[in-house]
Nanobody
C-alpha cells in the first residue's frame, strides 16, 4: 500500500516557476514508477510527466518538454515536479500517481495503482 500527498505553492504568475512535491508512505516506494497528471475544470485528466522506479528514465508530455522536470529522491520517498515558464492554460489540479504492475505505461492513468488527492495550481495572466 502506498499513500501519496502532494504539496506546493498554488498560485504563480504566467512565466513563473513552481515546484510540486509528492510525499509517499510505504517501504516499497522505490519500486514504484511515479507520474504526474493534471486536470483542468471540465477537461479530462492528462499526463504531464513520469519517472521510472530507478530514476534513470523520464517521460514528458510534448506540451511540457524543456519546461518541466520530474525527479525523485528514494531516500526521502518523494517525487518532485519542477515547472518553469508556466502558462495560464496550465491551471489545473495536479495529481501524483504510483504504479509498478506489468503493463505500466507512463502516460496511461489506468496503469497507475495509487493516486494522491491532488493540489491546485493556478497560473494568473
Amino acid at each position: 500500500q502506498v499513500q501519496l500527498v502532494e504539496s506546493g505553492v498554488g498560485l504563480v504568475q504566467a512565466g513563473g516557476s513552481l515546484r510540486l512535491s509528492c510525499a509517499a508512505s510505504g517501504r516499497t516506494f522505490s519500486t514504484y514508477n511515479m507520474g504526474w497528471f493534471r486536470q483542468a475544470p471540465g477537461e479530462a485528466r492528462e499526463f504531464v510527466a513520469a519517472i521510472r522506479w530507478s530514476g534513470a528514465v523520464t517521460y514528458y508530455a510534448d506540451s511540457v518538454k524543456d519546461r518541466f522536470t520530474i525527479s525523485r529522491d528514494n531516500a526521502k520517498i518523494t517525487v518532485y515536479l519542477q515547472m518553469n515558464s508556466l502558462k495560464p492554460e496550465e491551471t489545473a489540479i495536479y495529481y501524483c500517481a504510483a504504479g509498478n504492475r506489468s503493463g505500466w505505461r507512463a502516460s496511461l492513468a489506468s496503469t497507475y495503482e495509487y493516486w494522491g488527492r491532488g493540489t491546485q495550481v493556478t497560473v494568473s495572466s
